[in-house]
C-alpha cells in the first residue's frame, strides 16, 4: 500500500507564503506523476498543480505565478511553494500520485493514491 504523507498547511495572512510537502513511501521510480488538488468549503475539489516524472509541470490559472511544483528525488518528495497567498486560496490541499501499475512484470496503467488533506487558512 501506497503512503502520501502531507505536511506544511497553517494559517497565514495575505500575502505570506506557505509550503506544502507530500512524502511518498515509495521511489519516484514507480510513480508517473504527483499533483495538489484542493478543496473549499461548499466547493469541488479542483486541481492546483501537476508534475510529470519528466518534470513537467502544469499549473491551475488562478495560482500561476504565485505557486510552484517541485520535487526531491532523492526524498521522495513533492512540495507546493505557495507565495503571494490570497483569501480565496483557503482549501484543504491534497496529494496525490500516480502509481505505476504492474502486471506480469509490464507496466500497465497506473493506479491513482491520495494524501491526507492539510488545511491552508488565509486571512485577509
Known amino acids: 500500500q501506497v503512503q502520501l504523507v502531507v505536511a506544511g498547511g497553517g494559517l497565514v495572512q495575505a500575502g505570506g507564503s506557505l509550503r506544502l510537502s507530500c512524502a511518498a513511501s515509495i521511489s519516484f521510480f514507480s510513480i508517473n506523476g504527483m499533483g495538489w488538488y484542493r478543496q473549499a468549503p461548499g466547493k469541488q475539489r479542483e486541481l492546483v498543480a501537476t508534475?510529470?516524472?519528466?518534470?513537467?509541470?502544469n499549473y491551475a490559472e488562478s495560482v500561476k505565478g504565485r505557486f510552484t511544483i517541485f520535487r526531491d528525488n532523492a526524498k521522495n518528495t513533492v512540495y507546493l511553494q505557495m507565495n503571494s497567498l490570497k483569501p480565496e486560496d483557503t482549501a484543504v490541499y491534497y496529494c496525490n500520485a500516480d502509481v505505476k501499475r504492474i502486471i506480469g512484470g509490464v507496466v500497465d496503467g497506473a493506479v491513482r493514491y491520495w494524501g491526507q488533506g492539510t488545511q491552508v487558512t488565509v486571512s485577509s
Open positions: 508534475i510529470t516524472s519528466g518534470n513537467s509541470t
